[in-house]
Nanobody
Framework: QVQLVESGGGLVQPGGSLRLSCAAS????????LGWFRQAPGEEREGIAC????????DYVDSVDGRFTISRDKASNTVYLQMAGLKPEDSAIYYC???????????????????WGQGTQVTVSS
């Protein structure tokens, strides 16, 4: 059973930084892709970034490219989302999503990920 547990959300001032973590379990020896998504109240779920465990290939959406960095700790099967230069419009519930796959690349598309965490709230406000 795949489980994804996010942590690290909270309240941060505009311009500040935050690091989210996603602890993944249940993939066993299978390769996987993990993605970060977010959803603000009244808005559709939006993709942010993804990473492939097979190649460490990463991809980002344009709106966060250069401000957010996705990375992976292979030993602990934990994926991080380092966020810098946070803006009030970055406020949302952030979700980690996973898929067992041997693809060399990942995509930041929600329908590609059958497994989802419970989300962690990020609020950017002064």
């Amino acid at each position: 059973q795949v489980q994804l547990v996010e942590s690290g959300g909270g309240l941060v001032q505009p311009g500040g930084s935050l690091r989210l973590s996603c602890a993944a379990s249940g993939f066993g020896s299978h390769e996987y892709a993990l993605g970060w998504f977010r959803q603000a109240p009244g808005e559709e779920r939006e993709g942010i970034a993804c990473i492939s465990s097979r190649t460490d290939y990463t991809d980002y959406v344009d709106s966060v490219d250069g401000r957010f960095t996705i990375s992976r700790d292979k030993a602990s099967n934990t994926v991080y989302l380092q966020m810098a230069g946070l803006k009030p419009e970055d406020s949302a519930i952030y979700y980690c999503a996973g898929a067992a796959t041997r693809k060399l690349m990942c995509v930041v598309t929600a329908t590609e990920y059958p497994y989802w965490g419970q989300g962690t709230q990020v609020t950017v406000s002064s």
